[in-house]
């Protein structure tokens, strides 16, 4: 379950969290409650600083994967663009701490909505196991007399459709606007997700064509 609905659940995390980035906080503290496990500590070799450093940009990168940071996140990579291109430099530079910072955490967002962008069989693969714990959620929800989230309702969904869009309107333009930024390393990646969503096109006029004629 992601975080909004774990809050509109009212569950004993969203009330410990204040409802903010629940899940994505309730991970972050697990983790650094382990930490202080002897036997799990791997920054035993770090100083005190070095160990601040580590766990706030561990936080910072974490809570970066909150899905509804997204358009604060594309917004913040756009204004990097923005300075490259201003600069009139091909060369990246990230003196300031505050923009490497805002750099990983646009890179680990990249990274978790990365699916439509690897190759086809991969992304088949990886998007069934997706679409699954979506169900799953949406099986809870419908459990617990909430508002189905969006592409969660395994009895109302077109999965291709559903691709499409997300591919449309989250995907593309926050990897265009990776493209932008590293220029041309990012080609590749831009091109896949073209033919993936192609796919999901073919497909869904494949099956909606075949499905009339049945009818």
């Given at each position: 379950?992601?975080?909004?609905?774990?809050?509109?659940a009212?569950?004993?995390?969203?009330?410990?969290?204040?409802?903010?980035?629940?899940?994505?906080?309730?991970?972050?503290?697990?983790a650094?409650?382990?930490?202080?496990?002897?036997?799990c500590?791997?920054?035993?070799?770090?100083?005190?600083?070095q160990?601040?450093?580590?766990?706030?940009?561990?936080?910072?990168?974490?809570?970066?994967t909150?899905?509804?940071?997204?358009?604060?996140?594309?917004?913040?990579?756009?204004?990097?663009?923005?300075?490259?291109?201003?600069?009139?430099?091909?060369?990246?530079?990230?003196?300031?701490?505050?923009?490497?910072?805002?750099?990983?955490?646009?890179?680990?967002?990249?990274?978790?909505?990365?699916?439509?962008?690897?190759?086809?069989?991969?992304?088949?693969?990886?998007?069934?196991?997706?679409?699954?714990?979506?169900?799953?959620?949406?099986?809870?929800?419908?459990?617990?007399g909430?508002?189905?989230?969006?592409?969660?309702?395994?009895n109302?969904?077109?999965?291709?459709?559903?691709?499409?869009?997300?591919?449309?309107?989250?995907?593309?333009?926050?990897?265009?606007?990776?493209?932008?930024?590293?220029?041309?390393?990012?080609?590749?990646?831009?091109?896949?997700?073209?033919?993936?969503?192609?796919?999901?096109?073919?497909?869904?006029?494949?099956?909606?064509?075949?499905?009339?004629?049945?009818?």
């Amino acid at each position: 379950m992601h975080s909004k609905c774990v809050s509109v659940a009212d569950s004993e995390l969203a009330i410990m969290y204040n409802d903010e980035s629940v899940l994505e906080q309730h991970h972050l503290a697990v983790a650094f409650k382990l930490l202080q496990d002897s036997n799990c500590d791997f920054l035993v070799g770090l100083n005190k600083k070095q160990r601040q450093l580590f766990r706030k940009i561990s936080i910072e990168m974490v809570l970066a994967t909150d899905m509804s940071k997204h358009m604060s996140l594309l917004a913040d990579l756009k204004t990097m663009v923005e300075a490259k291109k201003v600069a009139g430099s091909s060369v990246l530079t990230f003196d300031k701490f505050n923009d490497r910072l805002q750099l990983l955490q646009s890179m680990i967002h990249l990274s978790d909505l990365s699916n439509p962008t690897k190759p086809i069989e991969l992304y088949q693969n990886w998007n069934q196991r997706i679409l699954e714990e979506y169900w799953r959620q949406g099986d809870r929800e419908r459990d617990l007399g909430l508002e189905i989230s969006p592409m969660c309702d395994r009895n109302n969904v077109t999965i291709e459709k559903s691709q499409v869009g997300f591919i449309d309107y989250i995907v593309h333009p926050l990897f265009e606007t990776w493209a932008d930024l590293v220029h041309p390393h990012a080609q590749n990646i831009l091109d896949q997700l073209v033919m993936n969503r192609e796919w999901c096109c073919f497909l869904f006029t494949y099956v909606n064509s075949h499905f009339k004629i049945l009818l």
